[in-house]
């Protein structure tokens, strides 16, 4: 299995500029979430999806964030506009939600860098 | 509400035990986590205890659980340098929707 797989590794862009992160899951998981890290604040969960339904988004900052999963294999996180405080790495993680309501383990993708000018 | 509190920093000698601990509010935690996370790279998976245990131990990781403290602490033996890291516990409870609370991370340092 390839695991969560992130792109893109690194982005560097300029204030105002649309950003979109994306996040392929494991193959067979059905939950799935972002999070953002930074020296000051730490890891910060954002959102999460069960079985393609945004389940709790009261981490997503500001209403410049934004994050769809459109099918169980493929999500986006979106900022738009961008600011110098939204640099960080951005993770992408999944795991397998079972019937029984179970917290299952996480599965971290290796994270987008993002810079922001 | 959830809360998951570590120390920031952990310096240790190659070949000491290193002990990393973390508090956590949420009486009904069901599950708690060890992640591991070098340095450019996403959190792993290192082990996992249920509530209902005390310890747990896999090769060189022992994993206490003091739930009426709501104290956990993982214990490394003979440390090496190639587990400097930033580790991390975290928990989640049955009915949770799968969401983890994740502690603030500790630094560990291993020094020759």
């Known amino acids: 299995d390839a695991g969560v797989i992130q792109s893109p590794r690194h982005e560097v862009t300029e204030m105002g500029q649309e950003v979109t992160l994306r996040c392929k899951p494991i193959?067979?998981?059905?939950?799935l979430f972002w999070y953002r890290q930074t020296m000051m604040r730490g890891l910060e969960l954002l959102i999460y999806?069960?079985?393609?339904?945004?389940?709790?988004d009261s981490g997503m900052p500001e209403d410049r964030f934004s994050a769809k999963m459109p099918n169980a294999s493929f999500s986006t996180l979106k900022i738009q506009p961008s600011e110098p405080r939204d640099s960080a790495v951005y993770f992408c993680?999944?795991?397998?939600?079972?019937?029984?309501?179970?917290?299952?383990?996480?599965?971290f993708g290796p994270g987008t860098r993002l810079t922001v000018l | 509400g959830e809360d998951v509190e570590q120390s920031l920093f952990l310096s240790v000698r190659e070949g000491d035990s290193s002990v990393i601990n973390c508090t956590y509010t949420?009486?009904?935690?069901?599950?708690l986590y060890w992640y591991k996370q070098e340095p450019g790279a996403g959190l792993q998976l290192l082990t996992y205890?249920?509530?209902?245990?005390d310890m747990k131990q896999d090769q060189r990781l022992t994993v206490l659980l003091n739930k009426k403290d709501k104290h956990l602490s993982l214990r490394i033996a003979d440390t090496q340098t190639g587990d400097s890291a930033i580790y991390f516990c975290?928990?989640?409870?049955?009915?949770?929707?799968?969401?983890?609370?994740f502690g603030t991370g500790t630094q560990l340092k291993v020094e020759l």
């Open positions: 975290a928990e989640g409870r049955t009915g949770g929707g799968n969401k983890l609370t």
């Open positions: 205890i249920f509530s209902n245990m």
């Open positions: 193959s067979g998981h059905n939950s």
């Open positions: 993680a999944s795991s397998l939600l079972g019937v029984s309501g179970r917290t299952d383990t996480q599965y």
């Open positions: 949420d009486s009904s935690s069901t599950y």
């Open positions: 999806f069960n079985n393609n339904v945004p389940i709790d």
